[in-house]
Structure formats: structure tokens, C-alpha cells
């Protein structure tokens, strides 16, 4: 009983995890955050301006939650409204594979 509804959440879990990001594709993602998004969040996802945040290694879902969340308006920035407007979900889903398979290391002082 147990074991079955362990299942059940797996494969729920799955069927949630293909319907989000079955086709990101990181490579995509990285060409177009080349062109469309380094002048400001830099080049490898860490922003060189005080004002921009970093985008490497932040979660996935986060991320395309983000966008999303721009592009709808539910979030609002001058900027980041108006550039996540022409994305697709696709575009989306390949910017957040990207950033978030950035792997960064952290130090303590
Ligand atoms: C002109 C500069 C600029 C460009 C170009 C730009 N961004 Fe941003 N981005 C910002 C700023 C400034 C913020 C902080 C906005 C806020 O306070 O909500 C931000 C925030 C974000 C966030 C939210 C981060 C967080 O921690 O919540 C995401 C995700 C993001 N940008 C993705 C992108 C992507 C993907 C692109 C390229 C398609 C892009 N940005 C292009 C300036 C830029």
C-alpha cells in the first residue's frame, strides 16, 4: 500500500516535471540569453551591474516562474516586462534549463 502510493506520487511528480520542461533545451537557452540577456545579467548568468541579480544556478522552476510572471504582468519591472513580453514558453523553459545547470561554488569570508 505503502509502496504504491509512493509510486502514484512518482509518477505524478513526473507527469508534472514532462508537462513543464519536457523540451528545454540548455544549449538554445544559452544562444539566446547570448544575445538577449548577458548585456545586463553577464555572460556565464552572474550580473556585473548592482542593480541586475544573478541567474546562475538559480532553481529551474523558479526561473521559468519568473519570466513567466513578467511576461504575464503578475510581476512588474520596467524592464524585465517589457523583455519577457516576446518570449514563448519555449524560450522560456530553454532560458531557465540554461541558467540553472550553471554550477557555481560559494565561499565564506
Ligand atoms: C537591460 C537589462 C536587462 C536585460 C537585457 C535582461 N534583464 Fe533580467 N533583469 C534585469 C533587472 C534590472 C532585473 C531585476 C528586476 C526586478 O527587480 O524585478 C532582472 C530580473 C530578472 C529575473 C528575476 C531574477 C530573480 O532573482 O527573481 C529573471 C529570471 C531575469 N531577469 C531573466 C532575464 C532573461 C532570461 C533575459 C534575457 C531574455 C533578461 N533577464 C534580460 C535586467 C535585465
Do not use: F
Amino acid at each position: 500500500m505503502k509502496q504504491r502510493m509512493m509510486m502514484a506520487g512518482l509518477w505524478a511528480g513526473l507527469g508534472w516535471a514532462l508537462a513543464t520542461t519536457a523540451h528545454a533545451d540548455a544549449v538554445a537557452g544559452k544562444m539566446r540569453a547570448a544575445t538577449a540577456c548577458a548585456v545586463c545579467h553577464g555572460p556565464q548568468g552572474l550580473s556585473m551591474q548592482p542593480n541586475v541579480p544573478h541567474l546562475a544556478g538559480q532553481p529551474e522552476i523558479y526561473l521559468v516562474e519568473q519570466l513567466r510572471n513578467y511576461r504575464s504582468g503578475k510581476r512588474h519591472h520596467e524592464v524585465m516586462s517589457v523583455i519577457a513580453k516576446p518570449l514563448s514558453d519555449q524560450d522560456i523553459d530553454n532560458l531557465a534549463r540554461w541558467y540553472a545547470s550553471l554550477q557555481l561554488s560559494v565561499q565564506e569570508p
